[in-house]
């Protein structure tokens, strides 16, 4: 049975012979396999049905299917799209044996319902027009042959192209803060709520001369901005996107941030005179305004008792204000706080006033309660009015110095801000006497105080005032110092404590004697011996020269690059037989320069710091080297003949009597080899190469004996010389080249002889005329 898509197919059971015999087999003893191949495509044979295991492979059995609809095909493709248009383009499905007439293109039209056709046709592409803008429009597609129409393809959703969003309206301002703003805004008119909208919002700083900044990007109708400066007004704009592009700016609006809190006024101060029942108060607006005006000022006023409460004075915008129906001679304390649209300030620090006092009553005659001590004596007396109209009675404790006092250099009288009273009346009271008051001066005398020259390093001098006697006269002092170590002097206000250990801290006080006993220790200073003079340091040379010797003494720096406390004086014996001194100051080397050679010199040296100046060292002895010779010129080469060559230079005289011997170098390449070294000033070159470079140089060595011997000292090289072996050709001389040499020679003395009778004839014309000029012009 064959049908479009299916084929029933049967087959016998094989056939065997055995013996000569054909008989068929029961079905259960063999399995098989179908295979079967598509002459349309490939041709390959592919398994459709197995059972087990096949033995052997039946002949080639062809079959037909029929016909039927095409296959579904695959959904349309979006090639292209604009506002209005949407361009589709298929391929075809499996024709199943009759071939593809016809496509059929249906769509919903962009209502979401059902499908209609939209085009009929055999081509494979379609053009849709007349649509509307960002409109989501579903499609699907059919094939159709001569046998029938075959399924729809999956559907599929494509969009037209969209227009930017219209111009949004500008942001609403939600809530203001000091330093944030937040604010809202609406999607555009005419926007379906379908469509996904983004939002941009861009920020001006007025003044800032920045321009818009963006702020905020995203889906959000509403954000806040922080960070802001305080009461500052800030631009806004808004903008829209969509798929399609950005709109136009929304209208600029402008926010602003609220004022902060203003700071604290200045602390009130007085202005003018403080009378008795008023005064009057200022006071400076605060450095930090919040960002806005001061609308008012509060005053407020305490009296200075501990538990009394704030009243409120004063409330305005004025910054001063007079204080009255005030207490005499009370104190307040004052305060200000102020106002702005930002809130309330944080009070002022407080200011203390204290009102005039009134004039206080007469006193009555003081008299004496009790019995006089040596240092003090209590008093008694009334005082009439004051502040209070009633009689008081003081008491009062002075403490005094023990002497005899009269009441009258102390005669008692009321007095207060306000005025003063009577005196009283005069009278004569006696203190004992007592021992004397403590040092209040003690002082160590500096080295330029000091009338005599002391070892500060052993010595110390002290200096200090003579105290209060207390009624009996002072016979002298106890000074401590040390380990509670006690000197008895008299009584001088000066002493010098020697015997003293260098480089010591001690601490020392004093105390008054009379004849009632010792007065207290005064107040103890600290004072430091100085450390005795350094001692000399070692002295030795250690840079040799012909013309200068590099001497070093001690460890330290070759330079001072820090104060160095302890200071050096190099001295150097001069042709005299004198020391001289060569160098003053803090480092460890020093060059004498400008010396002679081969001398030797004489040196000594001494350290000193703040303790004085040590002692010096040893004579030390040091001899400059002999000087080596001075650098010749270039030597000469004279070609004698062919390959051979005479070498001069300049001659140098003795040294001091030391020989002088010279070392010539040649070099053909870069390394020089010695070919002489003798006394002589010219050396034979011969069996030279021709046609080579040559280089040549010399030196002078000095040649002297000593204990260690004999002993050479060489100068540097001179310049090189260059020279080039080249072959001689002799020439013989001509008689005419001779003839034509010596009428040369006759011409130029010819002309010599010209040139020197010119000469001497302008000499005598200028002396004319100089004579001339003299007697006829000048006289």
């Known amino acids: 049975d064959i049908q479009a898509r299916s084929a029933v197919l049967s087959w016998n059971l094989p056939v065997s012979s055995q013996n000569g015999e054909s008989h068929s087999h029961s079905p259960a003893a063999f399995t098989f396999e179908v295979a079967i191949s598509n002459s349309g495509k490939n041709g390959k044979f592919k398994s459709v049905y197995v059972s087990s295991i096949k033995e052997s492979i039946s002949e080639l059995v062809s079959f037909t299917t029929e016909s039927c609809e095409p296959d579904c095909p695959a959904a349309p493709k979006l090639i292209n799209r604009t506002k209005n248009s949407l361009s589709l383009q298929w391929k075809s499905s499996n024709d199943n044996g009759s071939k593809i007439t016809n496509f059929l293109l249906e769509w919903d039209e962009g209502k979401n319902g059902p499908f209609k056709e939209c085009y009929y046709g055999h081509l494979k592409q379609y053009k849709l027009t007349k649509l509307s803008p960002s409109t989501k429009y579903s499609l699907r597609l059919a094939a159709k042959n001569d046998i029938g129409m075959?399924?729809?393809?999956?559907t599929v959703t494509y969009y037209t192209a969209g227009i930017v969003p219209p111009a949004p309206s500008p942001p609403v301002l939600i809530e203001a803060g000091v330093t944030w703003l937040s604010v809202k805004w609406s999607p555009p008119n005419g926007v379906s709520s379908d469509d996904s909208?983004?939002?941009?919002?861009?920020?001006?700083?007025?003044?800032?001369?920045?321009?818009?900044?963006?702020q905020y990007n995203g889906d959000e109708l509403s954000c806040t901005l922080r960070n802001l400066r305080r009461s500052t007004s800030y631009k806004f704009r808004l903008f829209a996107y969509n798929s399609e592009g950005k709109s136009s700016p929304s209208e600029v609006v402008e926010h602003s941030t609220n004022p902060d809190k203003p700071g604290a006024p200045s602390?009130?101060?007085?202005?003018?005179?403080?009378?008795s029942h008023s005064?009057?108060?200022?006071?400076d607006p605060p450095k930090d305004n919040g960002g806005a005006d001061i609308s008012k000022y509060f005053l407020e006023i305490s009296e200075a008792s501990v538990g009394s409460k704030w009243d409120t004075i004063y409330s305005g915008s004025q910054r001063e204000h007079v204080c009255d129906h005030l207490k005499p001679g009370t104190s307040y304390r004052m305060r200000v706080y102020c106002v702005s649209k930002g809130g309330e300030s944080q009070a002022s620090d407080v200011t203390t006033v204290t009102t005039s006092a009134v004039p206080p009553g007469p006193c009555l005659a003081p008299c004496l309660a009790g019995r006089a001590k040596p240092k003090e004596i209590t008093l008694q007396w009334v005082s009439v009015g004051g502040k209070n109209p009633a009689h008081e009675v003081f008491l009062l404790r002075y403490l005094i110095k023990p002497c005899t006092l009269r009441i009258n250099l102390i005669q008692l009288l009321a007095v207060n801000v306000a005025g003063v009273g009577l005196f009283g009346e005069a009278g004569v009271v006696t203190t004992p006497a007592a021992v004397p008051a403590p040092v209040a001066v003690l002082h160590l005398l500096e080295e330029d105080q000091m009338e005599t020259s002391l070892p500060l390093s052993t010595c110390l001098a002290i200096q200090w005032e003579e105290p209060c006697c207390h009624g009996a006269e002072i016979t002298g002092y106890n000074i401590e110092y040390g380990e509670k170590q006690l000197v008895t002097v008299g009584k001088n206000t000066s002493h010098v404590l020697e015997n003293l250990l260098p480089d010591t801290l001690y601490r020392i006080r004093i105390q008054a004697v009379?004849?009632?006993?010792?007065?207290?220790?005064?107040?103890s200073i600290k004072a430091k011996t100085k450390p005795l003079p350094p001692d000399p340091p070692h002295l030795e040379c250690v840079v040799f020269s012909y013309q200068s010797l590099k001497l070093k003494w001690g460890e330290g720096p070759s330079r001072a690059l820090i104060t160095n406390p302890t200071q050096f004086n190099l001295q150097m014996e001069d042709r005299f037989g004198r020391f001289v001194t060569v160098y003053n100051g803090p480092c460890h080397t020093y060059k004498v320069q400008r010396l002679s050679e081969s001398t030797t010199y004489y040196f000594k040296i001494q350290a000193y710091n703040d303790a004085g100046e040590g002692e010096f060292s040893?004579?030390?002895?040091?001899?400059?080297?002999?000087?080596?010779?001075?650098?010749?010129?270039?030597?000469?080469?004279?070609?004698?003949?062919?390959?051979?060559?005479?070498?001069?230079?300049?001659?140098?005289?003795?040294?001091?009597?030391?020989?002088i011997v010279y070392i010539l170098q040649l070099a053909a390449g870069r390394e020089f080899d010695q070919v002489y070294k003798g006394p002589e000033t010219s050396f034979r070159l011969t069996s030279l190469q021709t046609n080579c470079e040559y280089r040549i140089r010399v030196c002078a060595g000095r040649q002297s004996q000593d204990s260690a011997g004999s002993q050479e000292l060489y100068g540097p090289y001179s310049p090189s010389t260059v020279f080039s072996s080249q072959k001689q050709e002799l020439v013989p001389p001509s008689a005419d080249l001779t003839t034509e040499l010596a009428e040369t020679k006759k011409t130029l003395r010819e002309e010599r002889f010209i040139a020197i009778v010119l000469l001497c004839g302008f000499a005598v014309v200028a002396i004319l005329f100089?004579?001339?000029?003299?007697?006829?012009?000048?006289?």
């Open 618 to 659: 040893e004579v030390y002895a040091f001899t400059t080297t002999k000087s080596p010779p001075a650098s010749l010129k270039a030597p000469k080469a004279n070609q004698l003949e062919e390959n051979t060559y005479e070498i001069t230079w300049e001659p140098l005289q003795p040294m001091k009597g030391d020989s």
């Open 267 to 275: 602390k009130p101060v007085v202005k003018g005179k403080i009378h």
């Open 770 to 779: 100089a004579v001339v000029i003299q007697y006829f012009v000048i006289k």
């Open 150 to 154: 075959s399924g729809f393809s999956e």
């Open 279 to 283: 005064v009057k108060v200022a006071w």
């Open 514 to 523: 009379n004849s009632l006993g010792v007065g207290p220790f005064s107040h």
């Open 197 to 214: 909208l983004t939002y941009s919002l861009d920020m001006e700083e007025e003044g800032s001369g920045y321009g818009f900044q963006p």
